[in-house]
Each structure stands twice: as structure tokens, then as C-alpha cells.
């Protein structure tokens, strides 16, 4: 059973940073792709920015030059670092892992979600 457990969400004043962090254990041999997703109250889930095992990323727009998606394979571990915060920012943020390895097929798996908040 592979599991994603997501950290670092808060309340945080417009202008502010905040990193999320998901951890992927179990029997994993490898993943494709880590990234995260948000939902806004009333909005559909949306990609934020995604990264693939051999480093290539993908923004959504809306936060290019501001977010900083990495990953540590060694760890199965994505990063999303948030910078220049905005009130419309927040959201609540999915982790999701694609296509990933494990003894009895692939799979793709989700976190439970992390809050973050922006406001003063």
C-alpha cells in the first residue's frame, strides 16, 4: 500500500512563502510524475505545477516565477516552494504521484490535502 502524506500548509500574509512537502512510502520501485494540484471552495481541482523523475517541469500560469516545484527521488519526496503569496492562492493542495512503480502494477495516488491560507 503506498501512501502520500503532505505538510507545511498555514495561514499566511499576502506577500509570504510557505513550502509543502510530500513523502511517499510503501513498496515503491519508482514514480513518473509528482505534483500538485489545489481547490478553491467552489472551483475545480487544478494543476500547479508537476515534475517528472528526470527533473522536467510543468506551471500553471498563475504561478510561474513565484512557485518552485522540486523533488527528491531518493526520498520520493515533491517540494512546492510558494513565494510572493496572493489571497487568491488559496486553496486547499493535493498531493498526487503518477504512474507509480510498485510490486503488483502502477498505480496513481493522491494526498489528503494540505490547507494553505492567505490572508492579513
Known amino acids: 500500500q503506498v501512501q502520500l502524506v503532505e505538510s507545511g500548509g498555514g495561514l499566511v500574509q499576502p506577500g509570504g512563502s510557505l513550502r509543502l512537502s510530500c513523502a511517499a512510502s510503501?513498496?515503491?520501485?519508482?514514480?513518473?510524475?509528482m505534483g500538485w494540484y489545489r481547490q478553491a471552495p467552489g472551483k475545480e481541482r487544478e494543476l500547479v505545477a508537476a515534475?517528472?523523475?528526470?527533473?522536467?517541469?510543468n506551471y500553471a500560469d498563475s504561478v510561474k516565477g513565484r512557485f518552485t516545484c522540486s523533488r527528491d527521488n531518493a526520498k520520493n519526496t515533491v517540494y512546492l516552494q510558494m513565494n510572493s503569496l496572493k489571497p487568491e492562492d488559496t486553496a486547499v493542495y493535493y498531493c498526487?504521484?503518477?504512474?507509480?512503480?510498485?510490486?503488483?502494477?502502477?498505480?496513481?495516488?493522491w494526498g489528503q490535502g494540505t490547507q494553505v491560507t492567505v490572508s492579513s
Open positions: 515534475i517528472t523523475s528526470g527533473g522536467s517541469r
Open positions: 498526487k504521484a503518477v504512474r507509480v512503480v510498485t510490486p503488483v502494477g502502477n498505480y496513481d495516488y
Open positions: 510503501g513498496s515503491i520501485f519508482s514514480i513518473n510524475v
